[in-house]
């Protein structure tokens, strides 16, 4: 699926309070749960927002993301000296920081039915010009933790692992530079 049939066959839109998605299937059932069950919950607690991707035809839920605040900080690194290697090299003469404000992709996950068109790629170009076009408030990355299988499609899409403390682990961080867009 080009970028125009995506526009022209489906829109993203959020989901308010008490709106329900009766089914979804990714072939993950943890992600077919957190739309079915427990992204309202995460809303009302202030926690997230989730965006669903429906076909403009049927209305069927192609796909979902849910977005919440995250930060990028010195926490977030083995040492100083690492934390001050990756702002050094992100931050050449601005005002150093001790962390730096980002937008986490929590979830993100395409209905069986319409996984490999691209949509993912198409989903993570939105958030990026959500938060560089529409910014409500200074973010400077997006960050997520990718599942082992999913990284190819990040690295794919110009992400980038935070650090290697976590190379055992099921998870990984990566992050998006905004400013690289600019």
Request: proline share 1%; aromatic share 14%; with cysteine.
């Amino acid at each position: 699926m080009t970028r125009e049939e995506f526009q022209e066959r489906c829109s993203v839109r959020r989901l308010d309070i008490g709106d329900l998605v009766a089914a979804f299937d990714c072939g993950d059932d943890d992600l077919n749960d957190f739309l079915i069950n427990e992204s309202g919950l995460y809303r009302n607690a202030l926690l997230s927002v989730t965006y669903v991707v429906e076909d403009k035809e049927s209305a069927d839920v192609l796909a979902y993301f849910s977005l919440s605040n995250d930060k990028i900080s010195i926490s977030d690194f083995e040492s100083k000296t690492e934390f001050n290697r990756f702002r050094k090299h992100k931050f050449v003469n601005e005002k150093r920081l001790r962390s730096y404000p980002a937008i986490k992709i929590g979830r993100l996950a395409i209905a069986r039915r319409a996984q490999h068109q691209s949509i993912g790629t198409y989903l993570l170009e939105f958030i990026e010009d959500y938060f560089l076009v529409n910014n409500k408030s200074g973010c400077r990355f997006v960050t997520v933790d990718a599942y082992l299988d999913a990284i190819p499609f990040y690295i794919k899409n110009n992400y980038h692992f935070l650090n290697n403390d976590d190379e055992d682990r099921c998870t990984r961080v990566m992050y998006f530079d905004l400013a690289s867009l600019l």
